[in-house]
């Protein structure tokens, strides 16, 4: 006589089986990899040059192929410019003025 050591349950639910998630490798984006010293160099060179900064600075925002990090870099250098545009026209103003207060206070007519 064989002994049955199982202990069963007939009316309990049946839990769900999950499966294990599958990992996909990640997907590959050429414009996320890390920008070499030459490519850096030769954005600057070419960022020095006065008419052709412009025009490279448009293409490489305008464009989806663009690295990441020419894009960041580019976006610091347009604002670091706005900031000195801006630092230069207050102090020309602050400038001026002072200038007229100091020839208003010397005496000196300006009309």
Do not use: H
């Amino acid at each position: 006589m064989e002994q049955n050591n199982q202990y069963y349950q007939p009316n309990q639910p049946q839990q769900p089986q999950y499966q294990q998630p599958q990992y996909q490798q990640p997907f590959y984006d050429p414009t996320r990899e890390v920008m070499s010293v030459g490519s850096y160099i030769l954005m600057l060179i070419l960022s020095s040059i006065p008419v052709v900064n412009i025009i490279c600075w448009i293409v490489w925002l305008v464009s989806p192929d663009t690295n990441k990090n020419k894009k960041n870099f580019i976006k610091a250098i347009i604002a670091i410019y706005a900031i000195s545009i801006l630092i230069g026209v207050i102090s020309v103003v602050v400038m001026a003025v002072a200038g007229v207060s100091l020839a208003e206070i010397g005496g000196a007519s300006l009309y």
